[in-house]
Nanobody, 124 residues
């Protein structure tokens, strides 16, 4: 059974930085793409970023390009999301997710496994 455990969320002021981590277990981590989605109160879950199995390809939502960076450490079975210049509109629960492919994804339709999420709150 694949397990994804997120950490690193918290309350910060606008302009601050946070780094989220997601520790994965249950299958060969280095063989699959992995990424992040988020869901704000009253809104649908949306794609944030994803990274290929070999870390050679990354995708980002337009709303976070230039501010967020996704990376992975296959030796530690961990994916990271470095979030800089945070804005109040980044407030959401952030979910780690992975699917059956090595190529990165853009949609929830490609996801088989979800973490429970970590809350990020950005105050103005």
């Amino acid at each position: 059974q694949v397990q994804l455990v997120e950490s690193g969320g918290g309350l910060v002021q606008a302009g601050a930085s946070l780094r989220l981590s997601c520790a994965a277990s249950g299958r060969a981590f280095s063989s699959y793409a992995i990424g992040w989605f988020r869901q704000a109160p009253g809104k649908e879950r949306e794609f944030v970023a994803s990274i290929s199995a070999g870390a050679d390809t990354t995708y980002y939502a337009d709303s976070v390009k230039g501010r967020f960076t996704i990376s992975r450490d296959n030796a530690k079975n961990t994916v990271y999301l470095q979030m800089n210049s945070l804005k109040p509109e980044d407030t959401a629960v952030y979910y780690c997710a992975t699917g059956p492919y090595s190529s990165p994804f853009l949609h929830t339709s490609g996801i088989y496994y979800w973490g429970k999420g970590t809350l990020v709150t950005v105050s103005s």
